[in-house]
């Protein structure tokens, strides 16, 4: 199993970055998937998650800013950020959980749950 987190960068306070991240090896509609993020001397944190149904939530930080997608024909989840601040610094690690049977809403909001996890990408915001 792999998965490929791309899209972060460099961007003004302001601005907006979109994540994607792909996978393979998986079959991508069976498994609910994540946003996390781990900034320099602070803890890993969720972001966003989404179902196996397209259902969502968001951390209270980024609600209204950010939103989560995916598109399982492509098999790749994204993350559109905008409105970013420069407390959004962070490398931004994408996490896939094997969803319970037959659960098309079960939504994976602690780390424990996933059992897949990508590389990361950095996302940088200036002040």
């Known amino acids: 199993v792999q998965l490929q987190a791309s899209g972060g960068g460099l961007v003004q306070a302001g601005g907006s970055l979109k994540l994607s991240c792909a996978a393979s090896?998986?079959?991508?509609?069976?498994?609910?998937m994540g946003w996390y993020r781990q900034a320099p001397g602070k803890e890993r944190e969720l972001v966003a998650c989404?179902?196996?149904?397209?259902?969502?939530h968001f951390a209270d930080s980024v609600k209204g800013r950010f939103t989560i997608s995916r598109d399982n024909a492509k098999n790749t989840l994204y993350l559109q950020m905008n409105s970013l601040k420069p407390e959004d610094t962070a490398v931004y690690y994408c996490?896939?959980?094997?969803?319970?049977?037959?659960?098309?809403?079960?939504?994976?909001?602690?780390?424990?749950?996933?059992?897949?996890w990508g590389q990361g990408t950095l996302v940088t915001v200036s002040s």
């Open positions: 090896g998986l079959t991508f509609g069976y498994y609910g």
């Open positions: 989404i179902s196996r149904g397209g259902s969502t």
């Open positions: 996490a896939a959980d094997k969803a319970p049977f037959g659960s098309m809403w079960y939504l994976p909001k602690n780390s424990y749950e996933y059992d897949y």
